[in-house]
């Protein structure tokens, strides 16, 4: 069983993840990963010593090439789910991003992005990023 919870805050080296829900010209931004068939928000691990915020910096550039954006967090969230981290509550960053500017080439594992004005509907983690973006939207960010 997978269960996603959401808190205003928590300890910072408890971050582990970066998610960028992200829109342009109001529309919906996802990614596409070479090695699936599914689409996802933008996001992912962050590396050593770096902030939180970098994180998601990085992980929006390279998952879709934005070279322009207004980025800010909306919250943090967790996902405890038995075949991730040995059933460990883990904890990210949820952010919002509206992209303005794109680098034509992508530099990652992403194969592809798709600007769409509708949900997807073939999600990566289908139990997981869909709360997401429900709880962006009621806290009124989306």
Not at 52 to 67: F, H, P, V
Not at 68 to 73: A, H, V, W
Not at 81 to 105: H, P, S, V
Request: aromatic share 12%.
């Amino acid at each position: 069983m997978t269960k996603v919870k959401f808190y205003d805050s928590i300890s910072d080296e408890l971050l582990k993840f970066a998610v960028i829900i992200s829109k342009t010209q109001g529309k919906w931004v996802f990614c596409k990963h070479k090695e699936r068939d599914t689409y996802e928000v933008p996001g992912g691990h962050r590396e050593e010593n770096e902030d939180i915020m970098d994180t998601a910096r990085r992980e929006l550039y390279e998952e879709t090439g934005a070279l322009k954006f207004d980025l800010k967090p909306i919250c943090v969230y967790s996902v405890t789910a038995e075949d991730n981290f040995d059933g460990q509550e883990t904890f990210g960053l949820l952010c919002y991003a509206d992209i303005y500017e794109f680098e034509e080439k992508l530099h990652s594992e992403i194969e592809k992005i798709i600007i769409t004005e509708k949900l997807i509907e073939s999600w990566t983690y289908p139990l997981i990023q869909p709360e997401l973006l429900k709880e962006a939207e009621r806290r009124g960010i989306i």
